[in-house]
């Protein structure tokens, strides 16, 4: 991995902005703080509001996972001593295991639309 000019650290050959002279073997991050990038182009670093969407997508995609987990903790450490609501809650909780790996992988088609969408 080749080392940027300005900023001295290590970045793969995506990471660099082609050209001679000021622009050789400077990174990204580097061209844009120093105003080098040529007009109109694109950059491949995320701006703000990218990485919110992208973190709020991977919450949406694994929140489920924890909910489950919670849920089985909970049942665990004093759920089943409950009459009736012991019960439902096992049936809910059995559902949502069962279900939630169905749906992850169902929707993992969606999920790498939507993450390359936000990518840039
Ligand atoms: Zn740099």
Same mark, same amino acid.
């Given at each position: 991995?080749?080392? !940027? ?8 050959? #995506?990471?660099?902005? #082609?050209?001679?002279?000021?622009? =050789?073997?400077?990174?990204?991050? !580097? ?14 670093? =995320? ?14 995609? =694994? ?7 919670? +849920?089985?903790?909970?049942?665990? #450490?004093?759920?089943? +001593?409950?009459?009736?609501? #012991? ?34």
């Amino acid at each position: 991995m080749p080392v !940027c000019r300005m900023c001295t650290q290590n970045y793969p050959n #995506s990471q660099f902005v #082609s050209g001679n002279g000021p622009r =050789y073997q400077v990174c990204v991050r !580097c061209a844009v703080e120093n105003d080098m990038m040529a007009e109109g182009e694109e950059t491949s670093l =995320y701006s703000d509001e990218l990485v919110k969407a992208r973190s709020a997508l991977f919450a949406r995609r =694994y929140r489920p996972w924890a909910f489950i987990l919670a +849920g089985w903790i909970l049942f665990f #450490s004093f759920g089943s +001593g409950i009459e009736l609501w #012991s019960n439902l809650f096992l049936g809910a909780l059995l559902i949502g295991t069962l279900a939630t790996p169905v749906l992850h992988f169902m929707t993992s088609t969606k999920f790498q639309a939507e993450l390359a969408a936000l990518s840039p």
